[in-house]
């Protein structure tokens, strides 16, 4: 339906010039040259209480510093299989992956040696309910550095402060850095909780459907973020929202009960997709 | 209600008159019953509290400067000696200002005299037992309790054996609690281990275990009656309480919390202890007040294990120590020395002045300041509970 409004072109897209004055940190502008496959899903099933497989034979590759869209109808398994790629599953106890494997940066990340702790450090999560903690601005976004031990006030500060211009966040709340995070509206928290994930560092930001709970202007600006952020991270997005996909997305893959239906470039799957059921559902006929 | 009953107005002209007066009648009558109900409770309750107050208070508070009536509060229970001297007068003292009374007046004849016993002096010795009995109590309860509230909600997961746990907590707060104070008496009192001499050792065969290379013995000889056997008793019993309000107070934090902290890369315990623990806290402050105000009245739990009717010391007042050993042991000993004394205790105090001695007018006053004493302290404990909870619940949203 509105394939039409497809933005962008995917290759050209990759490599932007990082510009000094953000709050690009130095080792990803390295990492220009590897625009290879940040994270490979090899023949992966996957269920929550060991036999009823959610996921089948998903195989996809997620190229770096693109963002990636996972569509499709509730119940699909696009969120499962974005919480497959920071072990949020293992919160369940039952929950496991019964086939294949699922690579990130060149790791296998179910592997036994394989720490999640350490794994989640590299891939961030922004969540479909804005959930910042009930302490200030500052605290919320200083979380992170501060659960990994870092006490240094210089370098918390100076994260913060990066993390929130990354966020778009800092012109709106430096004035009131102490105030609670849930005084700022639904928008600004969930930038807020942007700006708490981007803090870490991370080279992979996995997003649950970030726009649902919000209204459309806050939606067009934590999009507009999205588009900004993807200079320096790669970035998996979960929508129902397909006009969303289609803005932010370089990518997007099409899911359906449980399996991978296609997955190509966003202007290619919602222009012209290549299996009839992506067809029927990016054009409204079911879903 | 008058346009209604006239009858006149009953007919099929006005289609919506009543049409029955029996159904308006059953009506008024079902509402008077529930309200009768409920006026009778607040009528219970006024009779108690007022009863309580008009009798109890007379006790406590004194017309003139400092307006309260000090002495309740400084001394401990003694036996009230009441006597006439030959000119008519009636004297109340309690025993220790009699006997120093006769010192002072050598020459006064007494013509009757007659004691009660527990009727003078003041109340201080119970109200400290009760206050060291429910301190203990409650740091081991909450210790124990959010411990198992922790486990259960953030760690435990679903099975056999969390349901038989928690059938077991269930089953814990079904227990009578004399039930508990006999299992305390066995266990605490009778069995728990202590160190101690030869000269002092109770027990015999593998309860007797003597320490290598000194004269010491580990001895399962329990710890006699004390407040650390009284607080733990308490405490177990208290502990269903504390268990399920923490647990409560856990689950109330939304799951978004820790999956955030978990996404940024903490761990369990730090998820916990960042991100859950502190908005918990509140729920489980209000908890533990609650869980005070329930065992500091409970009398059956403590009268095996830790309360004395009698008792002339304060706990702190007159511990034995062992001038031979070193500073810490010393220290030792008497922190030991402390948690092993016997105390008094506020409900025990009341049941014995109410139930265990002749009643007479001359008992009334000590029976009655108890009661009220002992009444607006649990009184404020509650109130104290109920103002945390409404001042962090405005506090702590999300």
């Known amino acids: ?287 | 209600m008058n346009e209604f009953s006239d009858n006149q107005i009953l007919n099929k002209e006005r289609p919506f008159a009543p049409q029955t007066q029996k159904r308006r009648q059953t009506d008024t009558a079902v509402s008077w019953v529930f309200r009768l109900a409920t006026y009778g409770i607040l009528a219970c309750a006024a009779y108690i509290f007022g009863d309580i107050i008009v009798k109890g208070a007379p006790v406590v508070f004194r017309a003139e400067a400092p307006f309260i009536n000090v002495e309740f509060f400084t001394r401990s229970p003694e036996t009230l000696v009441v006597f006439e001297t030959q000119d008519g007068t009636e004297r109340q003292l309690a025993f220790s200002d009699y006997s120093q009374w006769k010192k002072d007046n050598p020459g006064v004849e007494i013509a009757k005299e007659h004691t009660h016993s527990y009727s003078g002096g003041g109340i201080l010795g119970p109200l400290v037992g009760t206050a060291l009995l429910t301190i203990i109590c409650i740091v081991i309860a909450l210790l124990i309790g959010q411990a198992t509230a922790i486990f259960l909600n953030e760690y435990s997961s679903k099975g056999r054996f969390i349901n038989v746990i928690r059938l077991a907590i269930m089953n814990l707060a079904g227990v009578p609690s004399v039930v508990f104070g006999l299992f305390g008496l066995g266990l605490f009192c009778l069995f728990f281990p202590v160190i101690t001499t030869a000269s002092e050792l109770r027990v015999e065969g593998w309860r007797a275990i003597q320490l290598f290379g000194t004269e010491k013995y580990l001895a399962f000889q329990g710890w006699g009656t004390c407040m650390l056997a009284g607080g733990c008793t308490l405490a177990v019993m208290v502990l269903p309480v504390i268990i399920t309000a923490c647990e409560e107070s856990l689950k109330a934090i939304p799951m978004g919390f820790r999956e955030a902290s978990l996404a940024l890369g903490a761990t369990k315990w730090q998820t916990i202890r960042t991100s859950v623990l502190p908005y918990a806290f509140p729920g489980m402050l209000t908890a533990s007040v609650l869980g005070i105000t329930r065992v500091a009245g409970e009398t059956a739990p403590i009268m095996f294990t830790a309360a004395l009717a009698h008792k002339d010391k304060l706990p702190w007042q007159g511990l034995a120590v062992n001038p031979e050993s070193g500073f810490f042991g010393r220290m030792l000993s008497q922190v030991f020395g402390f948690f092993t004394e016997s105390v008094q205790a506020m409900p025990y105090h009341i049941y014995t002045v109410a139930a265990r001695i002749p009643q007479s007018e001359y008992t009334r006053p000590m029976q009655y300041g108890s009661v009220f004493v002992f009444m607006v302290l649990v009184m404020c404990l509650s109130a104290l509970s109920v103002f945390l909870r409404i001042h962090y619940r405005k506090k702590m949203k999300w």
């Open chain 1, 1 to 287: 339906m509105s394939s039409s409004k497809v933005l962008m072109p995917t290759e050209e897209n990759i490599s932007p010039p990082a510009p000094e004055s953000s709050a690009v940190t130095s080792s990803h502008e390295s990492s220009q040259e590897e625009t290879e496959k940040v994270i490979k899903v090899n023949d992966l099933n996957f269920a929550y209480d060991g036999k009823k497989d959610v996921l089948r034979d998903i195989s996809l590759e997620i190229q770096g510093g693109e963002v990636t869209a996972f569509i499709g109808p509730s119940g699909c398994g696009k969120s499962t299989l974005l919480r497959c790629f920071n072990r949020m599953n293992d919160l369940i106890p039952t929950a496991s992956i019964t086939k294949g494997s699922i690579e990130i940066l060149g790791t296998d990340i179910y592997d036994q040696y394989v720490d999640e702790i350490e794994l989640r450090k590299h891939v961030g999560m922004v969540f479909q309910k804005y959930n910042p903690f009930p302490k200030s601005i500052y605290e919320n976004v200083a979380y992170g550095l501060r659960i990994q031990g870092i006490k240094d006030k210089a370098t918390l500060d100076q994260s913060v402060e990066e993390s929130l211009i990354g966020a778009g966040l800092w012109e709106e709340v430096k004035d009131r850095l102490d105030a609670s995070g849930l005084g700022l509206s639904g928008g600004q928290q969930q930038r807020l909780c942007i700006a708490r994930t981007i803090a870490v560092q991370p080279k992979i930001i996995l997003m649950d459907e970030p726009c649902s709970a919000l209204d459309p202007i806050s939606t067009a600006t934590v999009e507009d973020l999205i588009t900004q952020l993807k200079s320096k991270f790669t970035i998996v997005i979960v929508t129902h929202n397909m006009q969303q996909a289609t803005r932010v997305s370089d990518k997007t893959a099409f899911f359906y009960l449980g399996e991978l239906i296609e997955y190509d470039s966003t202007t290619r799957l919602f222009g012209s997709p290549a299996v009839k059921q992506t067809e029927d559902y990016i054009s409204g006929r079911f879903g």
